[in-house]
């Protein structure tokens, strides 16, 4: 169960990349939920339930993420020598805030993602995860090894 929700962590993470999926959906490439409903048969409604889901947070997401730049721009700025170590403080614990924010809205747009599938999409789910994990560390492996014949 924790692989299938890592995947759809992992699933979701992708789709929040807005313009990656636009230009996967352009190129006429399947977008993340296109492969998620081929790898565990997502119904035509739970796949607009899971768009409705992505869109409505990922643009509260893309917002928040905007003010996190920002934030981390006006830190940089005050790296100077007559800094201002409580612009710092200040800009610091709103940028924890905005980040936290954003980690409290990812983890909810995943879980009702996850509360869109069904328990047999799950276990599909999970078992590809664990074919998935399997191939990644093989090839893993193998690089390793290719890099200590070197």
Same mark, same amino acid.
């Given at each position: 169960?924790?692989?299938?929700? #890592?995947?759809?962590?992992?699933?979701?993470?992708?789709? &929040? %990349? $807005?313009?990656?999926? $636009?230009?996967? $959906?352009?190129?006429?490439?399947?977008?993340?939920?296109?492969?998620?409903?081929? #790898?565990?048969?997502?119904?035509?409604?739970?796949?607009?339930?899971?768009?409705?889901?992505?869109?409505? *947070?990922?643009?509260?997401?893309?917002?928040?993420?905007?003010?996190? @730049?920002?934030?981390?721009?006006?830190?940089?700025?005050?790296?100077?020598?007559?800094?201002?170590?409580?612009?710092?403080?200040?800009?610091?614990?709103?940028?924890?805030?905005v980040t936290?924010?954003?980690?409290?809205?990812?983890?909810?747009?995943? $879980? *009702?993602?996850? %509360?869109?599938?069904?328990?047999?999409? @799950?276990?599909? &789910?999970?078992? @590809?995860?664990?074919?998935?994990?399997?191939?990644?560390?093989q090839q893993?492996?193998? #690089?390793? +090894?290719?890099?200590?014949? +070197?």
């Amino acid at each position: 169960m924790k692989l299938a929700k #890592m995947f759809g962590t992992a699933v979701v993470a992708l789709s &929040l %990349s $807005a313009p990656a999926v $636009a230009q996967q $959906a352009a190129g006429g490439q399947p977008d993340q939920v296109d492969q998620l409903a081929q #790898m565990v048969g997502l119904s035509d409604d739970q796949q607009t339930e899971i768009r409705g889901i992505i869109d409505e *947070k990922q643009d509260k997401i893309a917002k928040l993420r905007q003010e996190a @730049r920002a934030l981390q721009q006006q830190m940089q700025a005050e790296i100077k020598p007559e800094y201002d170590e409580d612009s710092i403080r200040d800009n610091a614990e709103e940028l924890g805030d905005v980040t936290g924010e954003i980690a409290a809205l990812s983890t909810l747009m995943q $879980a *009702k993602v996850d %509360s869109v599938f069904t328990e047999e999409q @799950r276990n599909t &789910l999970d078992k @590809r995860m664990q074919q998935m994990q399997q191939q990644r560390q093989q090839q893993q492996q193998m #690089m390793q +090894q290719q890099m200590q014949g +070197q």
